[in-house]
């Protein structure tokens, strides 16, 4: 029924910047994007919405170039919608029209014939378990409903990219589960690339494979979730037994930074640069204290957020050039 995305590059963009009058959006964002489930992180104002409408070919660049599926930005036109489904944050749905009717709208002006239109939407409505209330009018849907209706609508042409923005806005727990699993299962299974734009980083976590943070219209960071949070190799978690205390204060005094002691002997401790993991063993010795537990402590993707958030908004401090007389 899902069609799968085979093309070898999904994105490319080519220092692409938008402006809007005198403020700049997007600020010479280069990047190449392979198919898969991708997470679009950034603050308000970092970007974000600039970016999609670009990559949906509803904004042309102001500079620089790009393809989304080989399909070049700002001349693909209709085309380049064809092969997206949108799945937009704002409700968008049109009040008095029953579900079935609304999704083979959508598909209509994806360009489906009616009659293909109609019979996607009774097809992906039952992939979507929302079969018994094909017929209810739109209103009377449910938020959880409400967000099922919208990915229909952006899957009922069966593209082979998906851009997502806050599809679990509103949700319960229960009901995000539910969407981030099938999410998953759109990726997994049926070979769909996603682009998902959220502010809630355990979407991301749970769902996607790479991610992109943007900041200031500019990328600071991409790659994929395991390689990008594991790129830290200053922080190590310790079990021990034995005084605890006393072992993380030798700890202090040899420079490092006791994060956490939970007093049962787990410490998350940051080192400074060029320290050597022995000497851990070294300090563990001279207090009596037994290490039973040492790896590495990477970052989750929130503390690698905020980290490189904190890095792009540090000033760098001038170097004063100095003249020799």
């Given amino acids: 029924m899902l069609a799968n995305s085979t093309s070898e590059v999904l ?11 005198t403020f700049q959006a ?59 489904g949108y799945m937009p944050e704002a409700e968008s749905l049109i009040p008095g029209l029953s579900g079935a009717d609304y999704v083979g709208l959508a598909g209509e002006l994806y360009g489906m014939p009616r009659r293909q239109a109609m019979r996607r939407a009774h097809e992906v409505l039952t992939y979507l378990e929302l079969q018994e209330a094909r017929y209810r ?74 991610v992109l943070i943007l900041h200031r219209g500019r990328v600071l960071r991409q790659g994929s979730v395991a390689e990008l949070c594991a790129s830290r190799q200053d922080r190590f978690r310790l079990q021990v037994a034995g005084d605890s205390s006393a072992f993380g204060e030798e700890l202090r005094q040899e420079g ?25 063993f070294v300090l563990a010795s001279n207090h009596g204290v037994t290490i039973t537990g040492l790896e590495r402590d990477d970052e989750t993707l929130e503390e690698l957020f905020h980290r490189v958030l904190r890095e792009a908004d540090t000033p760098v401090p001038r170097v004063l050039e100095t003249r020799h007389v």
């Fill in 137 to 210: 009018k739109l209103e009377e849907y449910s938020t959880g409903m409400k967000q099922r209706i919208k990915l229909a609508a952006a899957l009922v042409h069966d593209p082979p990219v998906l851009l997502l923005d806050e599809p679990t806005s509103g949700l319960d727990p229960a009901g995000r589960d539910a969407m981030l699993e099938l999410l998953r299962v759109l990726g997994r299974e049926h070979g769909k690339s996603l682009i998902l734009c959220t502010h809630l980083l355990g979407d991301v976590e749970r769902v996607c494979e790479t």
């Fill in 26 to 84: 997007l600020d010479e964002v280069s990047l190449r994007i392979a198919p898969g489930r991708v997470g679009l992180l950034g603050p308000n104002g970092a970007g974000k919405s600039t970016l999609l409408k670009i990559l949906l070919g509803l904004l042309p660049p102001s500079a620089g170039s790009g393809r989304v599926l080989g399909l070049e930005l700002g001349r693909a036109g209709t085309n380049l919608r064809r092969a997206i």
């Fill in 256 to 280: 490092a930074i006791l994060i956490q002691n939970n007093g049962k002997g787990r410490l998350r401790v940051a080192v400074p640069e060029g320290w050597n993991p022995r000497t851990f």
């Fill in 11 to 21: 994105i490319e963009l080519e220092r692409v910047s938008r402006w809007y009058g």
